[in-house]
Every structure is written in C-alpha cells, then in structure tokens.
C-alpha cells in the first residue's frame, strides 16, 4: 500500500505560480510512474503530467511550456511547477502512482486561479 500526500496548492492570480508537492510513503518498492491528474467542476478527471522512474515525462498539451514535472526518486516525491497560470487551471489537483504495490491516488488538493 502506498500513500500520497498532496501539498502547495491554493489560490493564485492569473499569470501567477504554484509548485505542487507529492510525497510518498509505505510500500515504495518501485514507483515506475508518478504523476499529477486533475478535475475540474463537472468535468472528467485528466492526466496533467506523468514522470517515470527513468525520467521520461509526459504532458497534456494544454500545460506544455507552463508546467514542469519533476520527481526525486531518493525521496519519493513528485513535484509540478505551475507557471503562467490561467482560470481554467482551477481545479483539484491529484497525485498518482503506479508501482510494483498497484496504483494509488492521493486525496487531492484544490488550486484556484482567480482575480
């Protein structure tokens, strides 16, 4: 079993940056993929950013050349760095794993990009 705890988020003003943070514990055997999904408000949940064990890193391509995700492996943790944020970024932010343990979600954090 594998927990993830979510911190960084909050609110923003357009144009503004958050750094979101995922730290893993429990079973870490091998985490072969980390990354962050997301859902806004009557919408489906999608993936934002997902990192590999070896560092091959996959975008959706409404944040690439915004966002950047990054995991140390010694620490087991995933972080995103959110720059040039916009209103539709607001959403619920949730940290994913998948492992030699299954696949795990973390319990979400909210981001909120208004003036």
């Known amino acids: 079993q594998v927990q993830l705890v979510e911190s960084g988020g909050g609110l923003v003003q357009p144009g503004g940056s958050l750094r979101l943070s995922c730290a893993a514990s429990?079973?870490?055997?091998?985490?072969?993929?980390m990354g962050w999904y997301r859902q806004a408000p009557g919408n489906q949940r999608e993936l934002v950013a997902a990192v590999t064990e070896g560092g091959f890193k996959n975008y959706a391509e409404s944040v690439k050349g915004r966002f950047t995700i990054s995991r140390d492996n010694a620490k087991n943790t995933v972080y995103l760095q959110m720059n040039s944020l916009k209103p539709e970024d607001t959403a619920v932010y949730y940290c994913?794993?998948?492992?030699?343990?299954?696949?795990?979600w973390g319990q979400g954090i909210q981001v909120t990009v208004s003036s």
């Open positions: 994913h794993s998948a492992g030699t343990s299954g696949a795990s």
């Open positions: 429990g079973s870490l055997f091998r985490l072969y993929v």
